[in-house]
Nanobody, 127 residues
Framework: QVQLAESGGGLVQSGDSLRLSCAFS????????IGWFRQAPGKEREVVAC????????YSEDSRTGRFTISRDNGKKMAYLQMNSLKPEDTAVYYC????????????????????WGQGTQVTVSS
């Protein structure tokens, strides 16, 4: 059974950086696509970045500014989200999710694409 565990969240100031980690427990991590999502209070869960099994990446419009970078290490069975120049509006619970994929499909970037989620990690950015 696949399980995910996020870590790396915390309270930071505007302009700071954080790297979130997502530990995958299970087999064949390299067969999964990855998504990072966030949910702020009173708002719907939204995609931050997503990566296919083959390593193709897509970012949300806000993340496309270059502030966020998604990556993976298949050997360590880890996924990461590097977040730079954080803003108060980035405050949210951040979740990683995985989806088993065939090699040739593009990244899955909608919450409904995923059925395996971590518990989330809180990121709070103060102004």
């Amino acid at each position: 059974q696949v399980q995910l565990a996020e870590s790396g969240g915390g309270l930071v100031q505007s302009g700071d950086s954080l790297r979130l980690s997502c530990a995958f427990s299970g087999v064949q991590f390299n067969r999964y696509g990855i998504g990072w999502f966030r949910q702020a209070p009173g708002k719907e869960r939204e995609v931050v970045a997503c990566m296919s099994r083959a390593g193709d990446v897509r970012y949300s419009e806000d993340s496309r500014t270059g502030r966020f970078t998604i990556s993976r290490d298949n050997g360590k069975k880890m996924a990461y989200l590097q977040m730079n120049s954080l803003k108060p509006e980035d405050t949210a619970v951040y979740y990683c999710a995985v989806k088993s994929q065939i090699l040739t499909v593009p990244p899955a970037c909608a919450p409904d694409d995923y059925y395996t989620w971590g518990q989330g990690t809180q990121v709070t950015v103060s102004s």
